[in-house]
């Protein structure tokens, strides 16, 4: 995932924060790091790069009904909406009066809010709450590098490094949607062939486009007519991430509750792969939304993320029911110094020097590096053997990748300890 490619370096974060190819960079956060404390009652103290006065509310949908929520949240929405008139933040900015809803198919339900400490706290001794989270800043995974064309699509469809043809069945992600939770999507480029929409957006007061360059990047890696994996995928975005790369956690529920209620609506499940090259601090109710989507019939792929640290103290890499890949370098099939590592991790795919879709004309390209660069590679593969094989559940995907994976013989060189050692295939060794 990358911000503006002009000024990446200066504007990524560490990805919980996001981490570097090199070195860390600096919190694209950092500011509100140093001002801001978790509150003891959060089911996340030890959370960084938190959105002062945020909060995500999850309830007890297990033991009250539909109904009792409704009216829970909507007494909540009166107080904050009555409450944050003249409440400010430590900054002296006025907390807001939104509030938004999230309701999945299994009866997840959550609400996202602004206030102060002490209604925040009461909310959480409320019997119809199971939890409140301090809500997260996520970023985009991915780190501008030098533009010159990397043997992704190369690699995933032969055992060894070195070959120099992509080989592919050209059925290739017919009959699938993926949705790429990320920055947008620059619909009207060349190599969409116009299979690519921008279905929703979470940034209030943002254009309805990619205005960064990550989620296009990520799009022509999935489903791109040279570039992509599955050529013939619809491509749906959803903008949960601004110009700079940037969101909250909020943000990516928005965008989570939009393709489970889309998926049911077009009654395309099993039939739907879902891409999410983003990340931030481990958070429970990410990781229960994308378990919610799992159960809806969402296949979801997820970037391991950048801070050479183990994945699972990040969201969301570490959601149980979600493909989490780490990246290599496809000219080596060394593990990429920066990419997240552990138990967590299903897969490695090409995440160093990968070209794809920029934004700069509907001609754009752009080469990028980072677990955001895997992570669609996979996504991409995902959409492909459900097309071809007619796979139809995130568990099911997950094991036919590793099996294709096996019969390579290929393995990740310099490997951390503890992680797999999988690389992403396509069966035409």
């Known amino acids: 995932m990358a911000p503006k490619f002009s000024t990446l370096l200066t504007s990524l974060l560490s990805l919980a924060p996001l981490g570097a190819l090199a070195g860390p960079l600096p919190s694209f956060h950092s500011?509100?790091?140093?001002?801001?404390?978790?509150?003891?009652?959060?089911?996340?103290?030890?959370?960084?790069?938190?959105?002062?006065?945020?909060?995500?509310?999850?309830?007890?949908?297990s033991s009250f009904t539909t109904d009792d929520i409704d009216a829970q949240e909507a007494s909540i929405r009166t107080t904050i909406q009555k409450r944050n008139l003249s409440k400010r933040d430590a900054s002296g900015r006025l907390l807001s009066t939104r509030i938004r809803s999230f309701s999945m198919a299994n009866g997840w339900r959550a609400t996202a809010m602004e206030s102060d400490e002490d209604f925040a706290s009461q909310v959480n001794q409320m019997?119809?709450?199971?939890?409140?989270?301090?809500?997260?800043?996520?970023?985009?995974?991915?780190?501008?590098?030098?533009?010159?064309?990397?043997?992704?699509?190369?690699?995933?469809?032969h055992a060894d490094v070195g070959k120099d043809s992509y080989v592919f069945d050209n059925s290739s992600g017919q009959g699938i949607t993926a949705y790429v939770v990320d920055t947008g999507i620059l619909t009207t480029h060349e190599e969409f062939q116009g299979r690519a929409t921008l279905a929703f957006n979470a940034i209030e007061g943002s254009a309805n486009t990619d205005e960064n360059g990550h989620g296009s990047h990520v799009s022509g890696t999935i489903g791109?007519?040279?570039?992509?994996?599955a050529k013939n995928v619809k491509l749906v975005g959803v903008k949960v991430l601004d110009a700079s790369g940037g969101g909250t956690n909020a943000d990516v529920l928005d965008g989570l509750n939009f393709v489970e209620s889309d998926v049911q609506d077009k009654k395309i499940q099993g039939k739907a792969v879902m891409n999410m090259s983003l990340g931030g601090g481990l958070s429970q109710a990410i990781n229960k939304a994308i378990e919610a989507l799992v159960d809806a019939g969402v296949v979801p792929v997820v970037a391991a993320g950048n801070e050479a640290q183990d994945a699972a103290n990040t969201s969301p890499a570490s959601a149980p029911n979600a493909i989490t890949v780490g990246a290599l370098d496809a000219t080596t099939d060394e593990r990429a110094d920066f990419s997240n590592f552990g138990d967590v991790v299903d897969i490695y795919a090409p995440g160093v020097d990968v070209l794809s879709v920029g934004i700069k004309s509907n001609t754009d390209t752009e080469t990028l590096s980072g677990t955001s660069m895997a992570s669609p590679h996979v996504?991409?593969?995902?959409?492909?053997?459900?097309s071809l094989e007619d796979l139809t559940t995130a568990a099911g995907v997950a094991q036919r990748m590793k099996s294709l994976a096996a019969a390579t013989g290929a393995t990740v060189v310099k490997n951390v300890r503890g992680t797999t050692s999988a690389i992403a295939n396509n069966g035409n060794l």
Do not use: C, H, W
């Open 31 to 61: 500011s509100v790091e140093s001002v801001s404390k978790v509150s003891a009652f959060v089911s996340n103290p030890n959370a960084k790069n938190i959105v002062p006065n945020s909060y995500i509310v999850v309830y007890n949908s």
């Open 379 to 386: 996504a991409g593969l995902a959409a492909y053997l459900m």
């Open 127 to 157: 019997d119809m709450v199971s939890y409140v989270e301090a809500n997260q800043y996520v970023q985009v995974s991915a780190l501008v590098a030098q533009a010159n064309a990397p043997p992704g699509l190369v690699r995933i469809s």
């Open 224 to 229: 791109g007519a040279t570039f992509g994996v």
